[in-house]
């Protein structure tokens, strides 16, 4: 049954902009799968008619459970093997193996990777499929008229916030920077942790200070073309974004972002916040799950990210993980079929089971918002859902030098227009190629 929602929002958000890659990423988990060499086809034993096909994302299997619970059902004469690969190692095993002409049959792919990959013909056209999605999912995955990923469950990130501990401080929620700077420092003078926040990943800092960006600059008459000046080499980061990174350095300035968080890794940083140890955490659905599992008791919601002027806030996101189809997979017909499953009102819906909050780009499919997001509800209402380094064109993976240097940047190594220039040289290189 169609679910009633506010996803057509959601998706019409993504037209402002669309986001990166995807979705947002797990930072847990191990990478020993990533050293698998399974023969694609390979059958699970003699006696089976099952063929088995590899499925490569970046986030961990219980992300996604729901849905290879339903294809299991759905298409039970292919067997999926899941393969996590932690999101600091994905795309280079990934491009390592394609280049090799071997890799998942399924790539999870980021709009950036999707492009590369479909440019170097290692991906298989979905043009039939893809049809049936909304081009506010699908822009993203084509190239040369073509699309070479099918848009998953569409992805955000904003701060969750524990309405306990806000209550039991008498602290209202923001509106602007400015009033969360003292949100912040509430709690800090009251002895509460203001945000747990695992800095051992570079996304944390790229995501809260990209996010300020965009509602400070990229989200006006100004800034709005900023991206596609930007991957057509017309600008620089450093020289623009200086003034609005200077003013979110106050997180810095103020003890809410530290350097002793680069030794905290995301997982530590969740259950910090879920077992009531700070009062906000930066994460979107796919951490829902895991914060509830830790603390049923806890009263959750979250709230957007803010710039200096009064607004609904933003929200980092947009089309969450493309599923795309290796071209030199030796089962494209069983990928098919599974891909086909997943393009069901029901295939949605399982995706969606791990991911609520999200909306989904295949046309007629529409979900509930979550209570757990009621604070955000104004800013996917006004569509302010955006991702900065989607972009960037065959650069947006330099989104990962960003906040790789960011953390430099935040532990006093260098300068902030030494960071800014790091990233533009390597956006420069990524297009020239």
Same mark, same amino acid.
């Given at each position: 049954?169609?679910?009633?929602?506010?996803?057509?929002?959601?998706?019409?958000?993504?037209?402002?902009?669309?986001?990166?890659?995807?979705?947002?990423?797990?930072?847990?988990?191990?990478?020993?799968?990533?050293?698998?060499?399974?023969?694609?086809?390979?059958?699970?034993?003699?006696?089976?008619?099952?063929?088995? +096909?590899?499925?490569?994302?970046?986030?961990?299997?219980?992300?996604?459970?729901?849905?290879?619970?339903?294809?299991?059902?759905?298409?039970?004469?292919?067997?999926?093997?899941?393969?996590?690969?932690?999101?600091?190692?994905?795309?280079?095993?990934?491009?390592? %193996?394609?280049?090799?002409?071997?890799? *998942?049959?399924?790539?999870?792919?980021?709009?950036?990777?999707?492009?590369?990959?479909?440019?170097?013909?290692?991906?298989?056209?979905?043009?039939?499929?893809?049809?049936?999605?909304?081009?506010?999912?699908?822009?993203?995955?084509?190239?040369?008229?073509?699309?070479?990923?099918?848009?998953?469950?569409?992805?955000?990130?904003? +701060?969750?916030?524990?309405?306990?501990?806000?209550? &039991?401080?008498?602290?209202?929620?923001?509106?602007?920077?400015?009033?969360?700077?003292?949100?912040?420092?509430?709690?800090?003078?009251?002895?509460?942790? *203001?945000?747990?926040?695992?800095?051992?990943?570079?996304?944390?800092?790229?995501?809260?200070?990209?996010?300020?960006?965009?509602?400070?600059?990229?989200?006006?008459?100004?800034?709005?073309?900023?991206?596609?000046?930007?991957?057509?080499?017309?600008?620089?980061?450093?020289?623009?974004?200086? *003034?609005?990174?200077?003013?979110?350095? %106050?997180?810095?300035?103020?003890?809410?972002?530290?350097?002793?968080?680069?030794?905290?890794?995301?997982?530590?940083?969740? &259950?910090?916040?879920?077992?009531?140890?700070?009062?906000?955490?930066?994460?979107?659905?796919?951490?829902?799950?895991?914060?509830?599992?830790?603390?049923?008791?806890?009263?959750?919601?979250?709230?957007?990210?803010?710039?200096?002027?009064?607004?609904?806030?933003?929200?980092?996101?947009?089309?969450?993980?493309?599923?795309?189809?290796?071209?030199?997979?030796?089962?494209?017909?069983?990928?098919?079929?599974?891909?086909?499953?997943?393009?069901?009102?029901?295939?949605?819906?399982?995706?969606?089971?791990?991911?609520?909050?999200?909306?989904?780009?295949?046309?007629?499919?529409?979900?509930?918002? *979550?209570?757990?997001?009621?604070?955000?509800?104004?800013?996917?209402?006004?569509?302010?859902?955006?991702?900065?380094?989607?972009?960037?064109?065959?650069?947006?993976?330099?989104?990962?030098?960003?906040?790789?240097?960011?953390?430099?940047?935040?532990?006093?190594?260098?300068?902030?227009?030494?960071?800014? %220039?790091?990233?533009?040289?390597?956006?420069?290189?990524?297009?020239?190629?």
């Amino acid at each position: 049954m169609k679910r009633k929602v506010l996803s057509v929002l959601l998706c019409a958000a993504m037209t402002l902009g669309v986001v990166a890659g995807c979705g947002s990423s797990s930072d847990t988990g191990s990478t020993d799968s990533a050293s698998k060499t399974e023969t694609k086809g390979e059958k699970t034993d003699s006696s089976s008619d099952k063929v088995t +096909i590899r499925m490569s994302y970046w986030n961990s299997e219980d992300t996604v459970q729901a849905m290879l619970d339903y294809l299991a059902e759905a298409v039970p004469e292919v067997e999926i093997e899941y393969q996590f690969i932690d999101n600091s190692n994905y795309d280079t095993i990934i491009d390592t %193996q394609l280049s090799a002409g071997e890799g *998942p049959d399924i790539i999870c792919e980021s709009p950036g990777s999707a492009l590369k990959h479909a440019k170097l013909g290692y991906l298989e056209a979905l043009d039939d499929l893809a049809a049936d999605y909304s081009t506010a999912g699908t822009s993203v995955y084509g190239y040369n008229g073509s699309t070479y990923a099918l848009p998953g469950i569409s992805w955000f990130e904003g +701060i969750y916030y524990n309405k306990e501990i806000f209550e &039991e401080n008498n602290v209202e929620l923001p509106k602007t920077f400015d009033e969360f700077l003292d949100v912040c420092t509430t709690f800090q003078n009251a002895g509460v942790t *203001p945000l747990a926040a695992g800095l051992k990943s570079w996304e944390p800092l790229l995501k809260s200070s990209m996010a300020f960006v965009t509602a400070e600059y990229l989200s006006t008459d100004e800034g709005k073309g900023f991206g596609e000046k930007y991957r057509n080499g017309e600008v620089t980061m450093d020289g623009t974004w200086n *003034p609005y990174i200077e003013t979110w350095s %106050q997180l810095i300035d103020n003890g809410v972002y530290t350097a002793d968080m680069t030794g905290i890794d995301h997982d530590q940083a969740l &259950e910090q916040f879920a077992t009531g140890g700070s009062a906000m955490f930066c994460s979107g659905p796919w951490d829902y799950d895991a914060i509830m599992e830790k603390n049923p008791e806890l009263q959750l919601d979250m709230m957007p990210f803010y710039g200096t002027k009064e607004s609904a806030g933003w929200l980092i996101g947009g089309p969450g993980c493309g599923f795309a189809a290796n071209a030199s997979s030796k089962n494209l017909d069983a990928v098919k079929k599974v891909l086909a499953a997943i393009s069901t009102a029901d295939g949605q819906t399982a995706l969606w089971q791990n991911n609520q909050g999200g909306s989904s780009y295949l046309n007629g499919v529409e979900f509930d918002l *979550p209570e757990a997001y009621t604070s955000v509800a104004g800013a996917l209402a006004a569509g302010n859902v955006y991702c900065p380094w989607n972009e960037w064109g065959s650069a947006a993976g330099a989104h990962e030098t960003y906040g790789t240097e960011m953390q430099s940047y935040l532990l006093g190594a260098q300068d902030l227009s030494t960071t800014l %220039q790091t990233v533009d040289e390597v956006v420069s290189e990524l297009l020239s190629k």
